[in-house]
């Protein structure tokens, strides 16, 4: 590494560990935290709008998720 490249290298390790003692530290979290939250807010979206979908299904064909030991569900039918 020459001088050049070693006087760049500490000058810019000086200025970032400067950037974050000034409150850098605080801007660059409150970025994370956004991103962070909106891919939640991005899933959570997600996950509701299949769930409703999912819901929407069962209510449609309610049969169709019955269950019994004795074989397939016919609506309107009793077993004893």
């Not at 290298?9 to 994370?32: E, H, P, Q």
């Not at 991005?42 to 049969?63: F, G, N, S």
């Amino acid at each position: 590494m020459t001088f050049y490249e070693t006087i760049m290298l500490w000058f810019s390790t000086i200025v970032s560990a400067l950037y974050l003692i000034a409150g850098g530290w605080v801007k660059i979290r409150d970025y994370l935290k956004a991103k962070s939250q909106a891919k939640a807010d991005a899933i959570e979206l997600e996950v509701q709008t299949r769930l409703k979908a999912a819901q929407a299904a069962t209510a449609d064909a309610p049969a169709a998720t019955a269950t019994s030991t004795d074989g397939p569900v016919v609506a309107g039918t009793a077993t004893a």
